[in-house]
C-alpha cells in the first residue's frame, strides 16, 4: 500500500477547522517547504517565524518588528485575523511559559471560523493543556524511495554542470544505493551523495561504502545500538548448506524490491537461529549483513538492562526507532534468552515479560525492512510465543559440525592465519576432533599457533593434536542438555546443513 500523502493529511485537518498542528519533523527546511506547498495548493499565505528571524510572510524582505518574541509574534496573529498558514518553527520549546500557551490558544482560535491554521513544527512536543482542544498532532513520514531517487537526479544535474561526473552504475545497483540510503534525512543523503561524487567525479556501486558509514554515525550519535561491521561473508562459514541457500533465495529481494512487490513478496522478517554454542550462530548474523550489502545493528541484552537502570522500555522502544529509521538493516539480537527469558519475572518485577510484550508487537507492527536474526542458546528458557510459525520466516538448528564441515573449518581458519592447509594432515584432525564446535576448532588453532610462536617454530599438526587433546568439548562437558536440544530440535525446527 502507498503511503499516505501528508499535504492530503495536513489539508483535512485544517478543513475539517483544526486550529493549531504540532507537525514533528526531524528536518525543519523540509517541514517549512511541505508546508509552503501547502499554502500554494490552499491558495493561502503563508507566514513563517523563528526566534531568531521573527514573523515574515514568505516572499517578503523583512520580518515584522518586534516579532522575534514568540509571544508578540502570537498576538500579531491574533490581531491580524489573517486567513493563512502560519508556521512556527520550534516554537515547542517556549511552550512550557503559560503566557506563551496562552497566547497560542487566543491566536488560534479564530480559525475555528475561518480558513488557516498555526502550524508548530519541530521535535516531538506534548501539547499544553490550554491548547489540547485546538489541536492534532502529525508525524511527517520518513523520505520515501521516490524522495532519494529526485534527489540522487538533482545532485547529479547540478553537479554535472559544474565539473565531468561519469556513472558507473547498473539498475540493481541504484537500487541498493536508494534502499541504503532511507534512513537519513535528505539534508544527510545530499552531502553523502555530493561527497561521494566529487571525490573522484564518478558514482559506482564502491559508494555504498559511504552511505553504510553514515548509518554507523547515526547510530553511534543515538547511543543504544551497537554498529557491527560486517567483515565476514557466507563463504567464511563451513557447511550450513541449507541455511545458505535459503538466506540466498531472499537475498534476491534486495536487488529489486519493487519487482519482488508486485510479485507479492515483501521484505523478509528474520531468522531465529537455535544450536550448540560455538556453532557459527553469531557468525552467521556478521555473515547476512555482508552478503546483502545491509548495516548490521547490535541490541545486547546486557546494555539494554544494565546501562539504563529504570528506563529499559523507553530505551528499548528507542532502539527500535533507530532501527527502523535505518531500514533496510540487519538487526542482530544475540543469545534472546538472557532478553526475554520466561522464568525472570519473578526476580525482575515483571520488566523482561513487559519489554517481551513490547518487541512481539513491535516484530507483528514494525516499520521499515528490518531482517531479524536472533540466536538462542538456550531453547528451554524462551518464552513458548518465540517459537510460535509466524514470529520469525524460520527457525534454523544448528547442530556440531560433521567431518565434512570441521575439515572445511580447518581449511577456513588456517588460510585465515597465513597457513598452507595442505602441510597438515587434515584427516587426522579432523578424526580426532568428533565432537568438536567450530569455535572449539579454531581455539585449538589460535592456541597452537601460541605454542608454536613461544618455541620459535612453525605450527604443525602435531602441535594441534596436542591442544586438541587438551580441550574438553561441550559435546563432553554439556553432554546431556546437547542431546535434548538434538532431539527437541528434530520435529520443530529446519537443519541449517
Known amino acids: 500500500m502507498p503511503a499516505r500523502d501528508p499535504l492530503d493529511d495536513l489539508r483535512l485537518l485544517i478543513q475539517s477547522r483544526t486550529c493549531i498542528i504540532f507537525l514533528e519533523a526531524d528536518e525543519e527546511d523540509r517541514a517549512v517547504a511541505l508546508l509552503r506547498r501547502l499554502a500554494a495548493r490552499m491558495q493561502l499565505p503563508f507566514f513563517a517565524w523563528s526566534p531568531t528571524k521573527g514573523l515574515r510572510r514568505d516572499g517578503g524582505e523583512a520580518a515584522i518588528y518586534g516579532t522575534a518574541d514568540a509571544g508578540q509574534a502570537l498576538a500579531h496573529v491574533e490581531a491580524s485575523r489573517l486567513p493563512a498558514l502560519y508556521c512556527f518553527e520550534g516554537l515547542g520549546a517556549y511552550l512550557e511559559n503559560p503566557m506563551v500557551a496562552a497566547r497560542l490558544k487566543d491566536a488560534a482560535e479564530p480559525f475555528a471560523r475561518s480558513t488557516g491554521a498555526l502550524i508548530v513544527t519541530g521535535p516531538s512536543t506534548t501539547p499544553p493543556e490550554a491548547v489540547k482542544s485546538l489541536c492534532a498532532t502529525l508525524r511527517l513520514p520518513s523520505p520515501q524511495l521516490s524522495d532519494y531517487r529526485d534527489l540522487l537526479q538533482r545532485v547529479i544535474h547540478e553537479l554535472s554542470k559544474r565539473m565531468p561526473v561519469t556513472v ?71 557447511d550450513l548448506a541449507g541455511l545458505k541457500s535459503w538466506l540466498a533465495q531472499r537475498r534476491s529481494i534486495l536487488a529489486d524490491p519493487s519487482r519482488a512487490a508486485e510479485f507479492g513478496l515483501g521484505f523478509p522478517k528474520g531468522v531465529l537461529l537455535l544450536g550448540v554454542p560455538g556453532c557459527g550462530k553469531s557468525l552467521c548474523a556478521k555473515a547476512v549483513a555482508k552478503e546483502w550489502g545491509l548495516p548490521l545493528l547490535k541490541l545486547d541484552p546486557a546494555r539494554l538492562y544494565d546501562k539504563y537502570v529504570g528506563e529499559s522500555e523507553k530505551s528499548f522502544r528507542k532502539a527500535m526507532e533507530t532501527a527502523e529509521r535505518l531500514a533496510p538493516t540487519v538487526l542482530w539480537i544475540d543469545e534472546l534468552e538472557k532478553a526475554f ?51 520469525f520466516d524460520e527457525i534454523f538448528f544448528l547442530d556440531l559440525p560433521d567431518a565434512a564441515a570441521r575439515a572445511a573449518l580447518f581449511t577456513i581458519h588456517l588460510k585465515k592465519r597465513g597457513k598452507d592447509p595442505s602441510l597438515f594432515d587434515l584427516p587426522l584432525l579432523v578424526a ?42 561441550l559435546a563432553q562437558t554439556m553432554g546431556e542438555k546437547i542431546r535434548w536440544l538434538r532431539e527437541w530440535a528434530k520435529d520443530r525446527t529446519r537443519g541449517a546443513a
Do not use: C
Not at 541498493?176 to 540510503?181: A, D, I, P, V
Not at 537519513?184 to 555530493?194: H, N, S
Not at 507483528?364 to 518465540?386: C, H, M, W, Y
Not at 567450530?438 to 596436542?466: C, F, N, P, S, W
Open 432 to 473: 580426532k576432533t568428533d565432537g568438536f564446535g567450530g569455535a572449539e576448532v579454531e581455539q585449538a588453532i589460535v592456541a597452537g599457533l601460541y605454542t608454536a610462536y613461544a618455541g620459535h617454530g612453525e605450527l604443525t599438526t602435531r602441535i594441534l593434536l596436542d591442544e586438541i587433546a587438551r580441550t574438553r568439548p
Open 168 to 238: 558507473q552504475m547498473k539498475s540493481e545497483d541504484f537500487g541498493r544505493l536508494l534502499n541504503n540510503l532511507k534512513g537519513l534525512t535528505l539534508a544527510e543523503a545530499e552531502r553523502i551523495l555530493t561527497r561521494a561524487i566529487v571525490e573522484d567525479g564518478r558514482l559506482s556501486p564502491e559508494d555504498l561504502a559511504a552511505v553504510v558509514q553514515a548509518k554507523r554515525a547515526v547510530v553511534e550519535r543515538e547511543g543504544v545500538l551497537e554498529y557491527f561491521p560486517a567483515e565476514e561473508s557466507l563463504s567464511d562459514i563451513a
Open 341 to 391: 527469558s520466561s522464568s525472570g519475572e519473578a526476580e525482575d518485577g515483571g520488566l523482561s515479560r513487559r519489554i517481551f510484550g513490547t518487541f512481539l508487537s513491535w516484530m507483528q507492527d514494525r516499520k521499515g525492512d528490518i531482517f531479524i536474526v536472533a540466536t538462542a542458546n538456550d531453547v528451554s528458557a524462551l518464552p513458548p510465543e518465540f517459537l510460535r510459525k509466524g514470529r
